[in-house]
Nanobody
């Protein structure tokens, strides 16, 4: 199983980024892909998740209205579109895969290596 994130970088407040998660090696049917983030000195928190079958989505309050999670089944790639970024969104962002729906850290079996997002002027 492999999850590889990309798309992080430095962006000004109010800007946008699209993170990608290329997935391979697990049964994509009836799985859940989640995006998480961890800022320095803080616990890792769930941001959004999507089911591979049906495309059901769920967002943390911090992401609602600004972030959009999506998938491209043909490419086995999952995305997190982030708009209206704030300095408080600065963190390492991870994608994760597991069989259960939700944003708890303990429901995911597989994790990527993370990609840094820095929001600063």
């Amino acid at each position: 199983v492999q999850l590889v994130e990309s798309g992080g970088g430095l962006v000004q407040p109010g800007g946008s980024l699209r993170l990608s998660c290329a997935a391979s090696g697990f049964p994509f049917d009836d799985y859940v892909i989640g995006w998480f983030r961890q800022a320095p000195g803080r616990e890792r928190e769930g941001v959004a998740c999507i089911t591979t079958t049906g495309g059901n989505t769920f967002y943390a309050d911090s992401a609602k209205g600004r972030f959009t999670i999506s998938s491209d089944g043909a490419k086995n790639t999952f995305y997190l579109e982030m708009n209206s970024l704030k300095p408080g969104d600065t963190a390492v962002y991870y994608c994760a895969a597991g069989p259960n729906y939700g944003l708890g850290n303990d429901v995911y079996d597989y994790w990527g290596q993370g990609t840094q997002v820095t929001v600063s002027s």
